[in-house]
Structures are given as C-alpha cells and as structure tokens.
C-alpha cells in the first residue's frame, strides 16, 4: 500500500463504520432519555440517563417473553438447519455424482425468490398442517429459507479441505460418517460457525413471516413484538428503542464470541502443498 | 507367499480407461517401484491397492488373500500420501495412535507402539506439536510414523518426497530405504523420480497411459530397456532415440536417419523376419566416448554444439549429420563449441515394432 493512499482508505472506513453505526447509536441514546426528552423539539442529543423506558419495556410490554420465543425460534432454526446442511454440502462437495451443478444452482435460485411471492402458499401449508401460531410453524419455513445459504457456506468449505485427510482417515480405520464427524467437522469448525450465525442473524431478525404466521401474541417474536408495542394513541419510542438494545446485543455477543472460533480456525494451516 | 498381487486390473472413469490389464506381483518384504509419469495410472493403481478405489475388472491380493471386497481399513494395509494428510487439529501423538484408537487398540499397546516409532524415526520431541507447528521434513517423518505405528503388512507410497527441496530429498530418500530394511515389509511406492525409483526399488515397474512398459530389477530396467518408451524415461539425460529405417546385411545393420547412416556390426535376428523397415535406434549418453573403445563400436562424426561442464563430468551436445547427439563424459572434456570430433557408440540398443531386439554389446 503507497502512503498518499492511507489517509484516504482510513478515512472511507471510518465514514463506512460511522455511517452503519449512526441509527444504532441514536436508538441507543434514545432508550436512555427520558419520554419529555424524546418528544423535545428542537431535539436534545445526549439522554440524561434514566433507565424508565428499559423498566417499562420489561415489564408493561413483556420482552423477556418476546426473547424466550425468539431464543426458541432462532435456537431451533439454526440447529435444525446445520444439521440438515452438513451432510448435504458434505455429500455435494465429496460424492462423484451427476447434476451437482444443477442441484447447487437450483438452491441457489429458491433462495432468490421474494418472500412475498411464497408468502401465500405457506400460509396454506401452515394451516393444513396447523401450523399457524406454533413456534415449528415459523421455525420449518425458516429452515428452508436458510438451508440454500447454508448448504453453499458448508459446501464451499467442505470443498477447501484435501481430499487426502478423509482418505488418510479412512485407512486409518474410520467409516465415511466417523471420517466427517472426526477429521472433517473439527476442520470445519470457522464454516459451521459463520453458518450457525449467518442463520440464527436471519432468524432473529425475520419479519414478514413471523408477523404473517404468528397472531397470538403468546408466540410472538422479538420484531413481531416490538412493532406492535404501539399504542392506540401513541408511539412509545422510548420503549421501541429500549427492546431494539436488547434485541441486538445478543447478535453483537455471539459474533464476538464465535469470531475467536473463526479466527483460530481459519488460521490452523490444514496441509502443506 | 505374495505379499502382493495384482491380477489384470483395470480402471475406467466413466468412458475414460486409466489401466489396462494391469499384472504384478511383489513378494513378502520386496519394495515395489511404480514409476512413470504424471497421468499414467500410477497413483490410481495404488488408490486400487488401498481400496479407496474400486477396480472395474481383475483383483487383488494382499498376503496371498484376495481383499476386493475387502474397505480400506480391512485390508491391513498403511499409507504415506504426497501431502502427508495429518490431522491439523491433532498433535502428533493423536495423529500417529488415531488409526489405534480407531481399531480399538488397548491403551498400554498404544503407548509402547508410540513409544517403538518416535524412537525409530526420533521424533520424540515433536509429539506434543500440532502439524503446523513443524517443518515439511518433520511432516515427513510423522506421516511415515502413523503407516508404521499401525504395523500392516502393506505400506503403500503416494510420492511421499514430492514435496521437499532437493537435499532433504536425498536423505529422507537413504532413511526410507534403512527403514525398509530394518522393517522387511512390503512396500509399494509410486514416483515421477527415476532416481528414487533407481535407489530404492528392488523391482521398478514402469508405466505409461495406464499400462505397465516393463517390470525388472533397476539395472535390468536401465540396460535393457523393453521398448523405446522405458529406454527414454531412465536415464539422466535422457537416452537418445533415432526413429529411422534399417536393412539388414550378412554382418550387419543399417540404420538410417535422415542424412546420418550407422553401420552397426551386429549381428541381428530380425524378429519380423523382414531385412528391413522401421526402427527406433538408442544410444545412452554414457555410452558415447571420445576415445575408441574395444572392439566393436560405431564411430561417428560431428561438431561440437553445447558443452555443460559439470565438475565430475561433462554433458557434450554434438550435432551428427544434422541429428542431436547427447554424451555424458567423464573425465570433463577440455576442446570447444564448434570443434569437430568423433565420437564412439559403445552400446546401442534397438527397437523394431516397439519393442527390444537384443544386440549382443561389446
């Protein structure tokens, strides 16, 4: 990198960071002011610290019962969706066998279509099966709407990994099955976790079905949840702002935390050559 | 008994044919050389061996007992792959007892095999580092000491020294033969390297697009050389190869390659019992002199084109007739490019149909 560009490139990073970070930090000063604060115009910037909104989020609009059902539904669609996704992407990265591409590309295509467009035909399924208003009634629509992306992530790493190691592991005296779960898996830990948080990211996010599927607020999700905190006659913005904290830092946590796992596993060098 | 046999093997992929009528057999504590270039068939060969890959026709036997139905891991067999495959998760202790602990193996055995091999090999003080931790030579010896440790009665090589500079090569290419003698167990070991496969197989089996060219000892390989294809692919340089025509006479041969004619006073069967036709004509740089040899030999002259000064030795490029000629030349030649001289075949070997017509040498 030549000098006269640093200054440049850092200050583009900076502008990128400050720019995705500037709705997030008003919400967060804004679950600490104070309801006259929020509604004062010319608007104040710094919140005089009260913690009201958080206190009446918890208990008036009952957010711990809004993170059980998202924990339930997000928890359920990651764990359903890995364990769906590894063997198909290892079986599509491995296996000698005709219309892969196809397959893949396939996968690809259904991920693309417009919730929208699904929406109906879901709805329908959901209720014959009667599934509406249940948590694995969100929870099977999710895991087909996040298993292509997932079958890709895994699939891709899979194919990363020398073939030789299932190789050295079978003569070893391993099965196909304890070849992937004893050599393979631990070498695609950074894989297994970009796609558990990519999923459970989706999960805890979705909107549109999680409000189409879910009516009872006593399934509700998070997002479901807080936009229907509004009132008859007013918006509780310090409220709203107060759950989108707590919604998000569970995210923040988890990438933190499985971040490390990535890190260390993509730098563990696989073979020489 | 066989320590191994491999009985008309042959491979294909979906229309592609990779081996053909593949037959060989190596006995108990013989170190078997599958050389060849890359593409020839050589690794699947021993992929077939492993059972990592089923053959489409023909069988195999290990130990005198037939293991086509047999998984890799029945077949009591080891192998050193080319990029040595450890487990990176692993330390080198868990890499060398994990096909143990696969085969449920008791803990004190496993102890005294670990203890046996990184005294053997001495790697004692690696065992506690994981793969990426240690140098491609050390690699090396930690991948041959998971094929030891396991004790099978077959080690199979996949171009285990492909990937080291030169010099460790060389030594690891002297430890891996001290190994074989010290063990006595059956090792098949496939190469692209005409030198390893020189120094360490007992019987080198040479094979082209999927078929074997020759099966002999090294020295049989080198001197008699079963059809042009081997004749080129051992030797270092190469053996030169005139593709001509010949016509025999009452005392000898005449061969012809464009304006260059050699009078070879040997005396030869035809064995397609013609007098004449076409023929591939060798001669080994090393049997090329500049000072008249005994008796018979062919004499021939040419300039000087390129000389390589190799210290021991020279490599001297003479042009003959218009036709390259290689020497190998020791002690090293004192004239110059562009100087004319004679040079002398001491031994020429002949090929009529693809295959050697034995001529009695000097």
Redesign the interface.
């Known amino acids: 990198m030549t000098k006269p560009l640093r200054p440049a490139l850092l200050s583009g990073i900076l502008l990128a960071v400050l720019g995705s970070l500037c709705p997030f930090l008003w919400f967060v000063l804004t679950s600490f002011k104070s309801q006259i604060q929020v509604e004062a115009i010319p608007p104040t910037w710094w919140p005089d610290g009260s913690v009201g909104f958080y206190a009446s989020a918890l208990i008036e609009h009952r957010l711990l019962h809004y993170i059980r059902n998202s924990v339930i539904v997000a928890g359920a669609t990651t764990v359903i969706a890995l364990v769906v996704a590894t063997p198909t992407a290892y079986a599509l990265a491995r296996l000698r066998m005709a219309g892969k591409a196809w397959i893949l590309g396939g996968l690809l295509c259904v991920a693309m279509f417009p919730h929208i467009v699904i929406a109906g035909p879901v709805w329908q399924i959901l209720e014959r099966l009667g599934g509406l208003n249940t948590h694995w009634g969100l929870v099977l629509p999710y895991v087909s709407l996040t298993l292509p992306l997932a079958v890709w992530i895994l699939t891709t790493f899979f194919q990363e990994l020398?073939f030789?190691?299932e190789?050295?592991?079978?003569?070893?005296?391993?099965t196909g099955w304890?070849a992937l779960y004893r050599?393979l898996l631990?070498?695609a830990a950074p894989g297994l976790f970009t796609t558990a948080i990519l999923t459970f990211i989706y999960a805890w996010n979705e909107f549109f079905f999680a409000l189409l599927i879910l009516t009872d607020p006593e399934h509700q999700t998070l997002p479901v949840g807080i936009a229907l905190f509004q009132g008859e006659f007013t918006m509780p913005w310090g409220e709203i702002a107060a759950t989108s904290v707590i919604a998000t830092l569970p995210l923040i946590i988890i990438v933190l935390l499985f971040q490390r796992g990535i890190i260390s596993g993509l730098s563990?060098?696989?073979?020489?050559? | 008994m066989a320590g191994l046999a491999l009985r008309h093997i042959e491979k294909t992929f979906g229309r592609t044919r990779v081996l053909h009528d593949v037959s060989l057999e190596a006995g108990e504590g013989e170190f078997v050389v599958l050389l060849g270039p890359s593409g020839c068939g050589k690794s699947t060969l021993l992929r077939i061996i492993a059972g990592l890959e089923p053959q489409t026709h023909g069988s195999v036997h290990i130990g005198g007992q037939c293991v086509d139905t047999l998984p890799p891991p029945d077949r009591d067999i080891a192998m050193v792959f080319q990029h040595y495959a450890l487990y990176p998760h692993l330390t080198v202790r868990e890499n060398l007892a994990f096909g143990l602990k696969m085969r449920q193996e008791p803990k004190p055995v496993i102890e005294q095999r670990l203890a046996e091999t990184a005294a053997l090999l001495e790697i004692h003080d690696l065992l506690d580092r994981k793969p990426r931790e240690l140098s491609g030579g050390q690699q090396q010896r930690v991948a041959m000491g998971r094929a030891i440790v396991r004790k099978p009665q077959l080690f199979l090589f996949d171009e285990p020294l492909s990937n080291l500079d030169a010099r460790l090569r060389a030594s690891m290419r002297v430890e891996l033969k001290k190994l074989h003698q010290r063990l006595g167990t059956t090792m098949v070991y496939v190469t692209h390297d005409q030198a390893e496969a020189m120094t360490l197989g007992h019987t080198i089996a040479v094979m082209n697009h999927g078929r074997i060219q020759q099966i002999g000892r090294p020295d049989q390989i080198y001197h008699e050389p079963g059809n042009p294809f081997v004749a080129g692919f051992i030797g270092n340089p190469p053996m030169n190869l005139f593709e001509g025509s010949y016509r025999l006479h009452q005392r000898e041969l005449e061969f012809r390659v464009g304006d260059l004619t050699l009078k070879v006073p040997f005396q030869v069967h035809d064995p397609a019992g013609t007098d004449a036709g076409t023929a591939t004509l060798g001669v080994r740089p090393e049997d090329v002199t500049f000072d008249p040899p005994g008796s018979r030999h062919v004499a021939v002259a040419g300039t000087i084109d390129v000389i390589e000064n190799l210290g021991g030795d020279s490599v001297v490029y003479l042009i003959v007739e218009g036709q390259p000629l290689v020497t190998r030349t020791s002690p090293v030649l004192r004239q110059h490019a562009g100087d004319s001289v004679t040079a002398y075949m001491k031994k020429i070997h002949l090929f009529i149909n693809e295959n050697r017509v034995p001529l009695p040498s000097s």
């Open positions: 020398p030789e190691l190789e050295a592991a079978r003569i070893d005296g391993c304890q050599i631990p070498l563990a060098g696989a073979v020489k050559g």
